[in-house]
């Protein structure tokens, strides 16, 4: 892995300010709830660093990201831009920053849409993200507390959410993003569709 002084100053040179320091509060926030749940404090520090380390980057260049790192994108993803710096990241951060371990790759690689069945390193990312030091929508606080104390909840709070907020603007909502919402929705019962 690059040295961390020199990711962070790639980092601050390749972000707008706010997602400079929209970055740094969710590798905190990640590394705080890796104390919690018994993940890696490193490991979620570093992919919460890098976790929107295209966001800025142009369409185009992401795009030419993607399809080196072999990526296909399915017609709703190649309809969804606000969804590519999630893919685009996943590869960026292997060749920039030499963090290739999949643990990580794939926090990032699922931080925008959430998936069924995460792994803990992705369930931490996906929530530091919804709820870094900075966060301020109406409700953060009640995320924050499902955060510090029932993590699956809060990913089930954070895909509900997000699914809410689409459909209101009538954007398209990936199929990740729904089967987050429904498997932790199960999960919040305590059993699983395959369990009944
Ligand atoms: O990158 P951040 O702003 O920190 O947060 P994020 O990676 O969760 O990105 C949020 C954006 O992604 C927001 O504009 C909504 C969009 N998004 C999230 N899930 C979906 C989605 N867009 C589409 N079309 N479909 C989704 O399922
Ligand atoms: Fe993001
Ligand atoms: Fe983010």
């Given amino acids: 892995m690059v040295d ?15 997602r400079f320091f929209h970055s740094l509060n969710v590798a905190q926030m990640a590394k705080e709830l890796a104390a919690i749940y018994g993940e890696d404090e490193e490991k979620a520090y570093y992919a919460g660093l890098v976790h929107d380390c295209t966001k800025n980057t142009a369409p185009e260049k992401q795009l030419e990201i993607m399809e080196q790192g072999g990526l296909q994108l399915t017609d709703l993803e190649q ?49 530091a993200d919804f709820t870094s030091a900075e966060r301020d929508y109406p409700g953060v606080e009640q995320m924050r507390h ?11 709070e954070g895909a509900a959410f ?16 729904l089967a ?9 019962c305590g059993m699983r569709i395959s369990e009944l």
């Avoid at 961390?4 to 706010?18: H, T, Y």
């Fill in 146 to 156: 499902f955060a510090h104390t029932d993590l699956d909840k809060a990913v089930f």
């Fill in 79 to 127: 309809n969804s831009p606000k969804l590519w710096h999630a893919m685009s990241g996943s590869i960026f951060m292997q060749s920039a920053y030499e963090i290739t371990d999949p643990a990580m790759v794939s926090a990032v690689r699922y931080h925008t849409t959430g998936k069924a069945a995460m792994s803990l390193l992705e369930k931490i990312i996906y929530i």
């Fill in 4 to 18: 961390k002084l020199k990711i962070i100053a790639s980092l601050r040179a390749r972000l707008v300010e706010d």
């Fill in 162 to 177: 997000t699914v809410k907020k689409l459909q209101q603007s009538g954007l398209p909502v990936h199929p990740d993003t």
């Fill in 180 to 188: 987050a919402k429904d498997y932790y929705q199960s999960s919040e």
